[in-house]
C-alpha cells in the first residue's frame, strides 16, 4: 500500500517524540548482576511457559526467557541534553545478547542461538532451553511508552492497563514487574493520534495547500509529577518543525513477529539529516518526505481515574496534549491527490 500523509505523519511524530524523551534521560540501564533495594536480580530472565504466550508463536517451553521491563530500547541512543543533571546519566546501549550459565552468547551464537523481541522485553531461542538454565541480561529499557490511541482502545477494552506498583510501591518511578503478557502496558504511556485535518490558504507560487493537522498526545501516568514532566516535554515542543518520513522507502526499524532489529535499520538521526538510504532498494534516495511544522499547541488537564476503595485513591493521573501541525503537500497538481515517494529524491524519480 502506498502510504500518503496521514500514516507517515503519525509514525513520525512518535518516533521524533521516542527521541526527545530518550535525550532527557527516560530509560534506565539494567547491568548483569544489578540488584534492586530488595535483593531482587533485575538482569534475571526467567521462562515464560504461559500457554496464551507461547502459542502466539508456536513456542515451546523453554524458548521465551522475559526480562523485568518491557519496552527495550532498540535505537542508537541520542546525545543527551546539555544538562548539569543529565551530566552523569548512565549511557544508554542496545541489548546484544544473554549471558546463559555466566558466559556471554550474541545472538547469532552457534550453541544459542536466539532473537531480541525490543517491545517485549524478551529473548526467544531458537531452541528450548532447559527451565533451571541461568539466563541474565544486560539492556537499556524506556521508561516512558508511546502508543496509539488504537492501542488504548484495545487495553481499556481488555482492562490491562498497569494500575500499580508491583514491587516497593512507595518509591515513585520505579516499577518492576515480570514482562509477562504481550498485552500489557505500564504506566507512564503516551497515546498519540491525528484527530482531524482542516485546510488553510494556498501555499504561493505552486498553489499547494496548507494542511493543518491535529495531533493529539494524550498522557497517562501514574503520579501527577510524572504527568507534569511529561506534559512539559511534549507542549515545549511548540514552534519546532519535525521530519515527515517516507515510509514507503524508510524501512521500519524493528521487524518480524519477535520484533527484532531490522536488517536494514537506519539510525534515526541519519533520517533527521536526510541523510541518502543505504542500498539496495532505495540506495541514494532521501528519506524525509515533508517538515511538519508545529503552529498551535493546547493543554488540558484530565480528571484522575479512582479505584473503587472508599478511600478514593489516585490511580491515574490524566492530560492532554492539542497540536495543530502544517504541512505544505502538493495537492492540487497530482490525480491522485500528492506523491510523496517523489519527494526529496534528488531527480532519481525517473
Known amino acids: ?192 493520534e491525528n484527530m482531524g485535518r482542516t485546510y488553510g490558504e494556498y501555499q504561493l507560487g505552486d498553489r499547494s495547500l496548507i494542511a493543518r493537522d491535529e495531533l493529539v498526545s494524550e498522557i497517562w501516568a501514574l503520579d501527577e509529577s510524572t504527568r507534569d514532566n511529561l506534559i512539559d516535554l511534549v507542549s515545549y515542543q511548540q514552534r519546532k518543525s519535525f521530519p515527515i518520513l517516507n515510509y514507503n522507502i524508510v524501512p521500519f526499524p524493528l521487524s518480524g513477529l519477535k520484533n527484532e532489529l531490522s536488517p536494514a535499520y537506519v539510525p534515526y538521526i541519519s533520517l533527521a539529516q536526510n541523510q541518502p538510504l543505504p542500498g539496495p532498494a532505495f540506495s541514494g534516495l532521501n528519506p524525509i518526505a515533508f517538515r511538519g511544522f508545529i503552529e498551535e499547541t493546547e493543554v488540558v488537564d484530565l480528571d484522575s481515574f479512582f479505584t473503587d476503595a472508599t478511600t478514593q485513591q489516585d490511580v491515574f493521573e490524566r492530560a492532554v496534549v492539542r497540536m495543530v501541525v502544517e504541512t505544505y503537500p502538493i495537492m492540487p497538481t497530482t490525480p491522485f491527490g500528492f506523491d510523496v515517494s517523489l519527494e526529496g529524491m534528488n531527480g532519481l524519480e525517473d
Open 1 to 192: 500500500m502506498f502510504h500518503k500523509l496521514r500514516f507517515v505523519m503519525k509514525h513520525s511524530w512518535r518516533e521524533f517524540l521516542d527521541q526527545e524523551l530518550l535525550r532527557d534521560g527516560n530509560y534506565d540501564t539494567i547491568a548483569s548482576g544489578q540488584q534492586f533495594y530488595d535483593g531482587q536480580d533485575l538482569s534475571l530472565l526467567v521462562p515464560d511457559t504461559g500457554e496464551e504466550v507461547l502459542a502466539e508463536g508456536g513456542y515451546l517451553a523453554g524458548q521465551v526467557w522475559q526480562s523485568l521491563f518491557r519496552n527495550w530500547l532498540y535505537q542508537n541512543p541520542p546525545a543527551l541534553n546539555p544538562s548539569v543533571i543529565l551530566r552523569h546519566w548512565p549511557t544508554a546501549f542496545r541489548a546484544s545478547g544473554v549471558f546463559i550459565d555466566g558466559a556471554f552468547r550474541l545472538e547469532d551464537d552457534t550453541v544459542y542461538p536466539h532473537s531480541i523481541d525490543y517491545i517485549n522485553g524478551r529473548v526467544i531461542f531458537d531452541s528450548a532451553l532447559p527451565l533451571e538454565t541461568i539466563v541474565h541480561g544486560e539492556y537499556t529499557y524506556k521508561t516512558v511508552q508511546i502508543l496509539s490511541l488504537r492501542e488504548f482502545n484495545n487495553q481499556i477494552k481488555n482492562g490491562l492497563l498497569e494500575q500499580q506498583y508491583k514491587t516497593n510501591p512507595y518509591t515513585a518511578g520505579q516499577l518492576t514487574y515480570p514482562s509477562g503478557s504481550t498485552k500489557i502496558s505500564p504506566l507512564p504511556i503516551i497515546f498519540t
